[in-house]
Each structure stands twice: as structure tokens, then as C-alpha cells.
């Protein structure tokens, strides 16, 4: 206060009033928890936690790796939970821009998060998913892999064919099982063709027996559009 008025300001006019802020806090008519829970697109279960990013205004090239190492801390088996609701939580938007973060999560080191984020993916379907997708069906976690395959089949398209086509070969029943769901699903040519081969070898799993035949029945009849 008397540095601005030994500026030159009038004593009368200057005030300490601290962070206008604080005000409008004080004013403000906070919502109750359940309140709040009524308007996100995911359930209030357990502990939650919200984490805020602040980024160095003049150190704007720095703020991704900065926040990949927040993401890097809170990847940890304490919050593992949390973050796999947030992917579905992503998930539910349905907005292809949350896929950047939905991709991210892909390469987690917990399952748990790594399935949320295919499933969550799955929701939104869009082919700028096909290649992590395809890539996940090479997760050593089953449950991780078999989701991806049945993950592709929500999208548009045959790019994504190659990649269940070679799952249709994966010593992993549950992801070999997916594959050929997923592969009768789309209707791709080449799919069938492995669908028919697969049927045509000598096995003893009664399992891929019925996806097959499922699969050859209903070759592209829930195809997407």
C-alpha cells in the first residue's frame, strides 16, 4: 500500500483487498457430493481423487512432459483403480478428442487400466483407434488382448482385419475365440477366408468350434456403418 501511494496515488483511494478471489469463493454456493455426482459421467465409488495441472505459463513447451510425469506418478497400484474409471469415465464422452488420453493409457503397466482404456475406446469407435488397438492384441494380459479384438470390431472398416486375422493364430484361446467373433462381425474378405481355413484344421476346442460356426453365419450381418 505505500509503495502505490508513493507512487502517486491519493492515500484515500488505495485499499488492501488481498486476492479479489477470495470473494467470489466466499459467495459462491458450493455443491454438495451428491450433487456433484449427478453431474459426471462416472459413479462416485470409494476414494476420489481430483488432480489439477497448472502448467508454467511461459513454459508451455515443457507442460507435456511435465504432465506425463504427473500421469507417471499417479500410475501407481493405489490409484490404479481410479484411473481405470477415469478411461471409462473418457470412454462415455463418445468424443474422439479424449482418444489421445484413452491411448495413453493403453501402454500402463497395470491391466486394470490397460482393459478400462479398450473398452473406453470400444464407446468411441473411431478408426483413429485401429493401430493401438491392433497393437494391444499383442498384450500379455488375455484379458487386455481378447478386448482389443472385440474392440475392433466397433469400427468402420478392414484395417484393422490383418491384425484379427493374425490373433486368429494366437495360442491365447480367449483372443483366438474374440478374433473370429469379431472377424465374422466385419466381414472382411481375407477374415473369412482364415475363418473357413480355421474351420477346416483339426482341433479339439469345442469353444472355437461355436464362434466359428456363429462367425460363418453371420458374416457381416452387424457389420458397422
Known amino acids: 500500500k505505500k509503495r502505490v501511494i508513493q507512487l502517486g496515488e491519493r492515500p484515500a483511494s488505495v485499499f488492501t483487498v488481498g486476492a479479489l478471489g477470495v470473494d467470489n469463493i466466499k459467495q459462491t454456493r458450493l455443491l454438495t457430493k451428491k450433487a456433484v455426482a449427478r453431474r459426471l459421467p462416472f459413479a462416485l465409488k470409494g476414494t476420489t ?34 484411473s ?15 482418444l ?10 497395470w491391466g486394470l487400466i490397460r ?10 469407435a473411431d478408426a483413429q483407434s485401429v493401430q493401438p488397438l491392433v497393437t494391444a492384441l499383442d498384450d500379455p494380459d488375455p484379458r487386455v488382448a481378447w478386448r482389443a479384438a472385440w474392440a475392433l470390431e ?3 472398416g478392414e484395417e484393422q482385419a490383418p491384425g484379427l486375422i493374425n490373433a486368429g493364430d494366437s495360442s491365447m484361446r480367449e483372443l483366438k475365440h474374440a478374433a473370429v467373433r469379431s472377424l465374422g462381425r ?11 481355413e480355421l474351420a477346416r484344421t483339426p482341433h479339439d476346442d469345442m469353444v472355437l468350434d461355436l464362434r ?10 452387424d457389420r458397422p456403418t
Open 49 to 82: 481423487l481430483m488432480v489439477t495441472f497448472h502448467p508454467v505459463t511461459l513454459e508451455g513447451r515443457a507442460a507435456e512432459a511435465q504432465f506425463a510425469a504427473l500421469l507417471e506418478a499417479l500410475d501407481s497400484e493405489q490409484v490404479a483403480d481410479i
Open 84 to 98: 481405470a474409471e477415469i478411461a471409462i469415465a473418457l470412454g462415455r464422452l463418445e468424443d474422439p478428442a479424449a
Open 100 to 109: 489421445d488420453a484413452l491411448h495413453g493409457l493403453l501402454g500402463s503397466s
Open 115 to 124: 482393459e478400462r482404456a479398450v473398452e473406453a475406446t470400444a464407446l468411441i
Open 154 to 156: 466397433k469400427i468402420p
Open 186 to 196: 466385419l466381414g472382411a474378405s481375407g477374415g473369412i477366408d482364415r475363418i473357413v
Open 212 to 221: 466359428i460356426a456363429n462367425a460363418l453365419g453371420r458374416i457381416g450381418e
